[in-house]
């Protein structure tokens, strides 16, 4: 019966994702092609532009933001997994789902710094 | 970007998200090709988009998946970690080495697992072997099972050789880190025919990981200006479309159909990769 809770909620954590990415990337696309937005020509992601770009909310970082969500989904999963491990302690999937957790840190950080 | 190109790419990410959903394979192997060949993307480009895509097929598929527990959740995050472990490793490997000896030696294997599926299934006449929990599965509680739609009946199942499944995990990390491909396409076989999982649950569960595997990579991708918003946002339309629409159907279709055509996506995912590591293609 918990396990079936986790599950209804751990789908749930991925349909939220998913339609939140979604709807921003739309958002981002048709603002961008009806303002003919040049703060972002390239198109090629940049983290530090996600994170600290001077157009805050402009188009193109509405865009960005989809795939930054979109990117944070999995993550979320893993998250909200090892929380519910560690409540119901369940400790061996506790500390299985943390070093997954650990794992992508790590990636993403390599990642950033480069 | 015209109009024509963005339908074109919208209707190949549905495509590529369907069959990457229905497969477990994320959808990478078809994307990738179909991009660069028919819309002359760039290829990193291509890989980009394809990272990103996986991650959209993953997610959208698994909602439904985890709903008709057809996804093994314990299983899952079991050689979840072996995978993204191995991801990590590979990604650090990726963008240093020359890789066409270890296309031609991967596409070797995925033959030979395409091939040990085909005549285990003509020799038994079946699409699954039931097997028990070894020690590892049963203490780590890692059997499952669902109620199949397209047979009507409650399927219950063993996971045999767990250890071995996480060391194939861990270089299925390795590769797709490598290669940006290859979670999936080593993954299921190993449950289905190593640890005796049933085709749907192998499907779901490595859809279910595939997406994690991609998302370690994928800020790497980002970093090395892989990732273009504008050759991405219709593919991930597509592919969330392709995606949910298959996820819904895969729990009707037979096992055993599920199985024929995995073995000859894969056996053809083997001959290009071969193909590609001996400079013909």
């Known amino acids: 019966m918990v396990e079936r809770l986790m599950e209804s909620r751990l789908s749930l954590i991925l349909r939220i994702g998913v339609a939140a990415s979604a709807a921003l990337m739309a958002i981002g696309l048709a603002l961008n092609l009806m303002t003919g937005d040049a703060s972002y020509p390239t198109g090629i992601l940049s983290v530090e532009w996600i994170l600290f770009g001077d157009p805050f909310l402009e188009p193109s970082h509405i865009l960005f933001m989809g795939f930054m969500i979109l990117l944070a989904t999995p993550v979320t999963r893993i998250v909200y997994s090892a929380a519910s491990f560690i409540i119901r302690r369940d400790y061996v999937y506790a500390t299985l789902t943390s070093l997954v957790l650990l794992v992508l840190i790590f990636s993403f950080t390599m990642g950033i710094r480069g | 970007m015209t109009p024509e190109y963005i339908l074109f790419s919208f209707i190949i990410s549905v495509f590529s998200g369907g069959a990457g959903a229905l497969l477990g394979l994320g959808g990478g192997v078809f994307l990738v090709p179909l991009l660069v060949y028919t819309l002359g993307v760039p290829m ?219 073995i000859a996506v894969l056996a053809f995912i083997g001959v290009k990769m071969i193909l590609t590591g001996v400079g013909i293609w």
């Open chain 2, 44 to 262: 990193h480009l291509a890989a980009g988009a394809s990272i990103l895509a996986v991650i959209a097929t993953s997610s959208a598929a698994a909602a439904n998946y985890v709903d008709e527990e057809l996804t093994n959740i314990r299983l899952g995050m079991f050689l979840e970690l072996a995978t993204t472990l191995g991801a990590v490793t590979g990604a650090f490997l990726a963008f240093a080495s020359g890789d066409d000896l270890l296309q031609g030696i991967f596409g070797a294997s995925l033959l030979y697992a395409s091939a040990s599926m085909f005549f285990q299934m003509k020799r038994t006449g079946l699409a699954w072997i039931p097997k028990r929990n070894d020690g590892i599965a049963e203490r780590l509680r890692l059997s499952g099972g669902y109620h199949d739609k397209a047979t009507g009946e409650n399927v219950a199942y063993g996971v045999d050789k767990s250890p071995i499944l996480l060391g194939v995990s861990y270089i299925a990390g390795i590769i797709s880190g490598l290669l940006g491909i290859g979670g999936g396409a080593i993954k299921v076989p190993a449950m289905n025919i190593l640890g005796g999982v049933p085709m749907k649950a192998a499907v779901a569960t490595s859809n279910f990981m595939v997406g994690v595997t991609a998302a370690a990579s994928a800020m790497v991708y980002i970093r090395y200006g892989h990732c273009d918003a504008f050759i991405t946002g219709p593919v991930i339309f597509g592919t969330l479309i392709g995606a949910s629409i298959a996820a819904r159907y895969t729990n009707r279709i037979n096992g055993s159909t599920i199985k024929i055509l995995f």
